[in-house]
């Protein structure tokens, strides 16, 4: 069975750091893109990150480009989006996600399985 778990959200500070981690079971890491995605109250769910592992590529929305880095341990079947210079705007349930295709897309219809999401409160 395919499961993805988040792990790592809480309360941070403005201006703070946060990593979060996805471990994925079920699937092969290497041929799937896996995607950070948020969706704060109120909003629609955005993508945030994206890592092609087979492609050894990763890709950043505008708000994420400068501030989060997306990361993956293929031994571990773990991928990581650390989060830096934290803002209240960041807030969010933050979920990761696969998708089969393989390729870069923050598009979150691409996407075939699912996290169960995780908190991440930026206080100011």
């Known amino acids: 069975e395919v499961q993805l778990v988040e792990s790592g959200g809480g309360l941070v500070q403005a201006g703070g750091s946060l990593k979060l981690s996805c471990v994925v079971t079920?699937?092969?890491?290497?041929?799937?893109?896996i995607g950070w995605f948020r969706q704060a109250p109120g909003r629609i769910r955005e993508g945030v990150a994206c890592?092609?592992?087979?492609?050894?590529?990763?890709h950043y929305a505008d708000s994420a480009k400068g501030r989060f880095t997306i990361s993956s341990d293929l031994a571990k079947k773990t991928v990581y989006l650390e989060m830096r210079s934290l803002k209240p705007e960041d807030t969010a349930v933050y979920s990761c996600?696969?998708?089969?295709?393989?390729?870069?897309?923050?598009?979150?219809?691409?996407?075939?399985?699912w996290g169960q999401g995780i908190q991440v409160t930026v206080s100011s």
């Open positions: 890592i092609t592992n087979r492609a050894e590529s990763t």
């Open positions: 996600a696969a998708f089969s295709g393989g390729w870069a897309t923050l598009f979150s219809l691409d996407y075939d399985e």
């Open positions: 079920g699937l092969s890491l290497d041929h799937y893109t």
